[in-house]
């Protein structure tokens, strides 16, 4: 076997990965080593060649190429090193070892002062979600057509449905509109947007798609290749209403119904899980039940930005450096942060209390839209971090930031409270 020994193993180059990789050499770590399964670094981001990324960290709107090869490069110079085409098999927690297949060395066994967790998620497919009817070529998550046709050249059909109100299924509508495809329509599950609003006005309005909320589809037609779907209304319980639904020709199918965090790995270390979001339980230093496993980003949470899976998986990166060089503060107790009213999840999951005086953000996203709320967080009755937003929405991260030093007892609530 193989053998490599590292300050800090990163598992996954994609965007988190670099980032956490960049800020764990910032720190102090000596040797940083990214583990990635592709032929290349940049994750999920090779594929987007569309603008909208970098707005809130660079000020300037970027493509996916051009934001993650500003960390490949800064990551470069600071002499971080990376295996490609190597794909990871099991952590070894007892032993700080990574174990991993490399297409160069065979079975690599990787040790380490401390492990990132960065391998992103994956998409739902129709099998997730039973969709009824005939199996007939034509049918793609929307991540699969987008690689077909932004790095493969592929185009994937003509006239197509899209499944699902998701960023990556509003962005490839309009890419397929782009490329000369007619997109029908949207469809959407729920009675709100699942993504970003600025994609539903960019990659929807401005090309005259039409959205079909509280819509799905029941079944889909088509020997060969699909011929078309049944499309239907859904009641309160998100029930097909049968007596109103239509045929609508089609010859392709996108699937935009979620995204699921990639955690085998995790769930075959130990790591203790978060049911909601189904990624591990974290504390603000992005540490997992095992002290010496880190996690960051989408395996962590599916978060909406690539901006701020940059900011989370730097404090993973800085933070797994400090425990690998043994300067980790210690802790003095910890409280768990609880969902409150309208709130779906909160990311990191727990807070350690160090006797800094530091605020430590605290990311979660609500259970319905609502307009003019207050974001609170309180240790019983006593407010400890508050503020106002105009909107939320199920499909936009929200965040408030919590002041270490107020925290009170060992449990701080967080909910959405409506005004006026």
């Given at each position: ?6 300050d800090v193993a990163i598992v996954g180059g994609g965007p988190a990965g670099l980032a956490a990789a960049v800020a764990a050499k910032k720190e102090g770590a000596e040797k940083v ?388």
């Amino acid at each position: 076997m193989y053998n490599i020994k590292c300050d800090v193993a990163i598992v996954g180059g994609g965007p988190a990965g670099l980032a956490a990789a960049v800020a764990a050499k910032k720190e102090g770590a000596e040797k940083v080593l990214i583990i990635e399964r592709d032929n290349a670094l940049g994750g999920i981001l090779q594929q987007c060649i569309h603008p909208g990324f970098g707005l809130t960290r660079f000020g300037e709107e970027l493509t996916g190429p051009e934001y993650y090869s500003r960390f490949v490069t800064e990551a470069m110079d600071l002499g971080v090193e990376y295996i490609l085409n190597s794909m990871v098999l099991e952590i070894d927690e007892a032993n700080n070892q990574v174990i991993c297949a490399n297409s160069e060395y065979g079975l690599t066994c990787i040790d380490a002062g401390s492990i990132v967790l960065a391998m992103g998620c994956r998409e739902r497919t129709r099998a997730n979600i039973v969709v009824p009817g005939t199996r007939p070529a034509g049918l793609y998550t929307a991540g699969s057509a987008q690689r077909l046709i932004n790095r493969q050249n592929i185009m994937v059909g003509k006239s197509v449905v899209i499944l699902g109100s998701g960023d990556i299924g509003m962005i490839m509508a309009r890419r397929m509109t782009l490329e000369g495809a007619k997109v029908v329509m949207v469809v959407e599950l729920m009675d709100y947007l699942a993504g970003l609003t600025r994609n539903r006005v960019q990659c929807l309005d401005d090309f005259g798609i039409p959205l079909k909320l509280s819509h799905t589809i029941t079944r889909i037609v088509g020997n060969e290749r699909v011929e078309g779907v049944y499309v239907a209304p859904v009641d309160e319980n998100k029930k097909p209403i049968k007596e109103k639904e239509e045929f609508v020709e089609c010859d392709t199918v996108l699937f935009s119904v979620g995204l699921i965090p990639e955690n085998e790995i995790s769930n075959k270390a130990g790591i203790v899980i978060d049911k909601v979001t189904n990624g591990p339980k974290v504390n603000q230093y992005m540490q997992t039940s095992i002290p010496s496993i880190f996690a960051c980003g989408n395996v962590v949470h599916v978060n909406d930005l690539v901006d701020n899976v940059s900011a989370e998986s730097e404090q993973a990166g800085k933070y797994a450096a400090q425990y690998a060089m043994g300067t980790l503060a210690k802790s003095e107790g910890n409280a768990n942060l609880v969902t409150g009213n309208n709130v779906r999840y909160l990311c990191p999951q727990s807070i350690e209390k160090t006797g800094k005086d530091e605020k430590v953000s605290v990311y979660f996203r609500v259970l319905k839209p609502e307009f003019n709320v207050k974001l609170v967080a309180r240790c019983g009755d006593k407010v400890i971090a508050q503020k106002r937003e105009f909107r939320v929405n199920p499909g936009e991260m929200n965040h408030v930031n919590i002041p270490l030093a107020e925290v009170e007892g060992n449990e701080i609530t967080v909910e959405v409270i409506k005004e006026g």
